[in-house]
């Protein structure tokens, strides 16, 4: 498929403060996105989705923003707190939910300074 | 969510021989994968382990390096043949699961050094 990249490698905040990690997608046929939590020496966990039907879709703490005309998704933390510190992966789907195979970007390591 | 264990977790193996990467679920899924993820590096997708029928290997991954055996909906293996120094990764299969259907739930890796 093609290529989902990130704009910033690493982000380091402050406990407390909100964190905002961007993903930018070039594949117009991508209808499903999911990010991804990875902390160090496991595998990824599910944090949330959205189709592309949505712009917008909110978990407890955090907040998933797509905008189909630029390809761009954001995935939002709120209070950021230090357990939050992890590389974190926007994926897609272009398959159109037929054959589930996911894209990856290249991460971002997010660092929470206590 | 699912529950997904894999062995081993990791292993240290000499190049030239194989290692088989066991990955069980905890209930029957229709849909599962396996992930390469080098040093420092995004998740590539290797195959989908199709059960009763031969994987479906992504480009770049072929069945002689990657064979895959998927014998029943909540177990799958992959082994990595004639292993060399670049095949050191983790590996890590995943399966869909949801309320949605689409969401895709990842074990927690096989970590392997190849010397």
């Known amino acids: 498929g093609e290529s989902v990249g990130l704009h910033l490698p690493t982000l380091s905040v402050q406990e407390g403060d909100n964190s905002i990690i961007n993903c930018a997608y070039s594949n117009s046929a991508s209808d499903y996105f999911i990010w991804y939590k990875q902390e160090s020496g496991k595998g990824p966990q599910f944090i949330i989705d959205i189709r592309s039907n949505m712009d917008k879709r909110q978990g407890q703490r955090v907040t998933v923003l797509l905008n189909k005309t630029v390809k761009h998704l954001s995935l939002q933390i709120a209070a950021t707190q230090p357990g939050d510190s992890a590389v974190y992966f926007c994926?897609?789907?272009?398959?159109?939910?037929?054959?589930?195979?996911?894209?990856f970007g290249k991460g971002t390591l997010l660092t929470v300074n206590p | 969510s699912a529950v997904i264990s894999q062995k081993p977790s990791r292993d240290i193996c000499q190049r030239g021989t194989s290692l088989t990467i066991q990955c069980q679920v905890d209930s029957q899924v229709t849909m599962m994968f396996w992930y390469r993820q080098q040093p420092g590096q995004s998740l590539t997708l290797i195959a989908t382990?199709?059960?009763?029928?031969?994987?479906?290997?992504e480009s770049g991954f072929v069945i002689d390096k990657f064979p895959i055996s998927r014998p029943n909906l909540t177990f799958s293996t992959l082994t990595v043949s004639n292993m060399s120094p670049e095949d050191s990764s983790i590996y890590l299969c995943?399966?869909?699961?949801?309320?949605?259907?689409?969401?895709?739930?990842f074990g927690p890796g096989t970590r392997l050094t190849v010397t």
């Open positions: 994926a897609e789907d272009d398959s159109g939910g037929s054959n589930y195979k996911l894209t």
């Open positions: 995943s399966v869909v699961r949801g309320q949605g259907g689409n969401e895709q739930y």
């Open positions: 382990a199709n059960q009763g029928s031969e994987a479906t290997y």
